[in-house]
C-alpha cells in the first residue's frame, strides 16, 4: 500500500501533519468542558445543540437515550488529560445515576447498554476500583445478553424483544456496544458473555458490509430461522446507499472486535470499511452525512463521522501496523481542528454535525458523541501511552 488507503498518488500529497495545533485545540476544547460542567454538573446534555447550543436533556437533564455516557465519558478524558482531580471526582459521580437507571428499568430496551456503560461505569471501575460501578457495568452486561436472539446469533438493536417492527433488527452501531461483553466475560470468568459479541460480529460481518466495502446501517433476520433477510437504513440517504457515521462505526467497531478476539477476518472488515471511507472523503476530508454524497454536493458535512473515524484508523494503524492509517487520521483530525471545532458561540467541542438528516434532526449541530470521539482522538495523540476505554 502506497500513500493514504482509497486516494491517488496526487490526492495524497497532502500537507505535512501539523501536530502543533493539537496543544491549542486541547486547551479549547477544556475550555469548553468547563463551561459545559458549570452549567450542567450532574446532569445532562441534550444529544445535539439546538442553534450551536446544548440545552438541559429534557424533561430535568435526567438520564435518559443512548447518548448520556458520553458528557462523563468527556470527563474522564479530560482528567487524563490534565491531571486534575475535579474532573475525575465529576466523572465518578456519574455512577450513581447509571446505578440507578438500571435500578428503575429506565430506557434499557438497547444494544446502547454498551456505550452507556462501557463509559459510565466500567471506566470508573478500571480507575478506582469503584465496585458499584462494577457490579452496575455487570448487571448491564446482563441485560444486553439478554437481548441476544437465537438462532440469528444478533443482539437486537432496538425496543422491547416483542416488538414485531424490530424483531431481528441489528445496526452498524452494535459493534462499538460488543466491548461491555468482552470487559463481563473478562471479569466474571464466564465466557457467554465473550462468545455472544464474536457470534454478533461475525454476522455484522457477513451480511452488513457489503462486498463492495460499504456498509447497510441496519439489517434484518427472521428471528425463528436466523436467515438473513435483508439490509436498510434509518439514518441515511437510502437503503443502497452508505451512512457515513455507520462506515465509520465499522472502522472502529470491527478493529475493537479484532483486538478483543484476535479474528483476523475482523481486521480485514476494518480495512474494507477504512478504505471505501477515505476514497469518498471530499478535499478537506470532513465526510458528508452520506458517503453517496461529495464534493460539489450542497449536502451537509458529518463532523461527528471524522472524528469516530480518526479514532477508528488510529486504532486499525495500531493492530495492522500501517501507518497510511495513522496519517489519514492525522490529516482528518488536523481537519476538524482547523475547520470545524467549537468556539466562543457554540457549547460544543465540534461544529457541523448530523444526527438524522433523513427525520430533520440535529442537522449541522453538535453532537455529544462527536464532541466524546474528537476529544477522544486528541487524546489519543497526546498522551503517551494512554489506554482507551474500549
Same mark, same amino acid.
Given at each position: 500500500?502506497?500513500?493514504?488507503?482509497g486516494?491517488?498518488?496526487a490526492?495524497?500529497?497532502?500537507p505535512?501533519?501539523?501536530v502543533?495545533?493539537?496543544?491549542a485545540?486541547?486547551?479549547?476544547?477544556?475550555?469548553?468542558v468547563?463551561a459545559?460542567?458549570?452549567?450542567? #454538573?450532574?446532569?445532562?446534555p441534550?444529544?445535539t445543540t &439546538?442553534?450551536g447550543?446544548?440545552?438541559?436533556?429534557?424533561?430535568?437533564?435526567?438520564n435518559?437515550?443512548w447518548t448520556?455516557?458520553?458528557?462523563?465519558? %468527556?470527563l474522564?478524558?479530560?482528567?487524563?488529560?490534565? #491531571?486534575?482531580e475535579?474532573?475525575r471526582?465529576a466523572a465518578?459521580?456519574?455512577?450513581?445515576?447509571?446505578t440507578?437507571?438500571?435500578? $428503575?428499568g429506565?430506557?434499557?430496551?438497547?444494544?446502547?447498554?454498551g456505550?452507556l456503560?462501557? =463509559?459510565g461505569c466500567?471506566?470508573p471501575y478500571r480507575?478506582?476500583g469503584? +465496585? +458499584?460501578?462494577?457490579r452496575?457495568?455487570l448487571?448491564a452486561a446482563?441485560?444486553?445478553?439478554?437481548r &441476544?436472539?437465537e438462532?440469528?446469533?444478533?443482539i437486537?438493536?432496538w425496543?422491547? =424483544?416483542?416488538?414485531?417492527?424490530q424483531r @431481528? $433488527?441489528t445496526?452498524? /452501531?452494535?459493534? %462499538?456496544?460488543t466491548?461491555?461483553?468482552?470487559w463481563?466475560?473478562?471479569?466474571s470468568?464466564d465466557?457467554?458473555?465473550?462468545r455472544?459479541?464474536h457470534?454478533h460480529?461475525v +454476522?455484522?460481518?457477513?451480511?452488513i458490509?457489503r462486498p /463492495?466495502? *460499504?456498509t447497510?446501517?441496519?439489517?434484518?433476520?427472521d428471528?425463528?430461522? @436466523?436467515?438473513p433477510l435483508?439490509g436498510?437504513?434509518?439514518?441515511g440517504?437510502h437503503?443502497?446507499?452508505?451512512?457515513?457515521?455507520g462506515?465509520a462505526?465499522?472502522?472502529y467497531g470491527?478493529a475493537?472486535?479484532?483486538?478483543? *478476539?484476535g479474528?483476523?477476518s475482523?481486521l480485514?472488515?476494518?480495512?474494507r470499511?477504512a478504505?471505501?471511507? =477515505?476514497?469518498?472523503?471530499p478535499a478537506?476530508?470532513?465526510?458528508y452525512w452520506d458517503?453517496?454524497f *461529495?464534493d460539489?454536493s450542497a449536502?451537509?458535512?458529518?463532523?461527528?463521522?471524522a472524528?469516530?473515524?480518526?479514532?477508528?484508523l488510529?486504532?486499525?494503524?495500531?493492530?495492522?501496523?500501517?501507518g497510511?492509517?495513522r496519517?489519514?487520521a492525522g490529516h482528518?483530525?488536523?481537519?476538524?481542528?482547523?475547520?470545524?471545532? @467549537?468556539?466562543?458561540?457554540?457549547s460544543?467541542?465540534?461544529?457541523h454535525?448530523?444526527?438524522?438528516?433523513?427525520?430533520?434532526?440535529?442537522v449541522?449541530?453538535?453532537?455529544?458523541?462527536? /464532541?466524546?470521539?474528537?476529544l477522544e482522538a486528541l487524546?489519543? =495523540?497526546?498522551v503517551?501511552?494512554w489506554?482507551?476505554p474500549?
Amino acid at each position: 500500500m502506497t500513500g493514504l488507503p482509497g486516494f491517488s498518488a496526487a490526492e495524497s500529497a497532502l500537507p505535512a501533519i501539523d501536530v502543533r495545533s493539537r496543544p491549542a485545540a486541547v486547551a479549547a476544547a477544556l475550555r469548553i468542558v468547563d463551561a459545559n460542567l458549570a452549567e450542567f #454538573g450532574d446532569r445532562y446534555p441534550g444529544d445535539t445543540t &439546538v442553534r450551536g447550543r446544548y440545552r438541559l436533556r429534557p424533561p430535568d437533564g435526567g438520564n435518559t437515550g443512548w447518548t448520556t455516557s458520553f458528557w462523563p465519558g %468527556m470527563l474522564w478524558l479530560a482528567h487524563d488529560l490534565t #491531571g486534575d482531580e475535579h474532573y475525575r471526582r465529576a466523572a465518578a459521580r456519574h455512577v450513581g445515576s447509571f446505578t440507578d437507571r438500571l435500578r $428503575r428499568g429506565a430506557d434499557l430496551d438497547t444494544h446502547d447498554l454498551g456505550f452507556l456503560y462501557t =463509559l459510565g461505569c466500567v471506566v470508573p471501575y478500571r480507575r478506582s476500583g469503584d +465496585q +458499584q460501578a462494577c457490579r452496575s457495568a455487570l448487571a448491564a452486561a446482563d441485560h444486553l445478553l439478554a437481548r &441476544v436472539l437465537e438462532p440469528a446469533g444478533i443482539i437486537q438493536a432496538w425496543g422491547a =424483544l416483542s416488538d414485531p417492527r424490530q424483531r @431481528g $433488527r441489528t445496526i452498524i /452501531d452494535s459493534l %462499538m456496544n460488543t466491548p461491555l461483553l468482552f470487559w463481563a466475560s473478562q471479569v466474571s470468568g464466564d465466557d457467554r458473555y465473550a462468545r455472544a459479541a464474536h457470534r454478533h460480529t461475525v +454476522q455484522l460481518r457477513d451480511h452488513i458490509l457489503r462486498p /463492495d466495502g *460499504t456498509t447497510f446501517h441496519t439489517f434484518y433476520w427472521d428471528p425463528v430461522s @436466523g436467515e438473513p433477510l435483508r439490509g436498510e437504513t434509518e439514518q441515511g440517504n437510502h437503503d443502497d446507499s452508505c451512512w457515513a457515521r455507520g462506515q465509520a462505526w465499522g472502522i472502529y467497531g470491527f478493529a475493537l472486535n479484532h483486538r478483543h *478476539t484476535g479474528d483476523e477476518s475482523f481486521l480485514t472488515a476494518a480495512r474494507r470499511c477504512a478504505d471505501h471511507f =477515505l476514497s469518498r472523503l471530499p478535499a478537506d476530508r470532513i465526510a458528508y452525512w452520506d458517503l453517496e454524497f *461529495t464534493d460539489g454536493s450542497a449536502e451537509e458535512r458529518d463532523s461527528s463521522a471524522a472524528a469516530i473515524a480518526v479514532c477508528g484508523l488510529l486504532e486499525l494503524a495500531a493492530q495492522s501496523g500501517a501507518g497510511e492509517y495513522r496519517d489519514a487520521a492525522g490529516h482528518i483530525l488536523d481537519a476538524l481542528i482547523s475547520g470545524y471545532a @467549537g468556539d466562543a458561540g457554540s457549547s460544543a467541542l465540534l461544529l457541523h454535525g448530523v444526527y438524522d438528516k433523513p427525520k430533520g434532526v440535529g442537522v449541522d449541530e453538535g453532537t455529544l458523541w462527536g /464532541d466524546y470521539f474528537y476529544l477522544e482522538a486528541l487524546t489519543r =495523540l497526546t498522551v503517551p501511552g494512554w489506554a482507551h476505554p474500549w
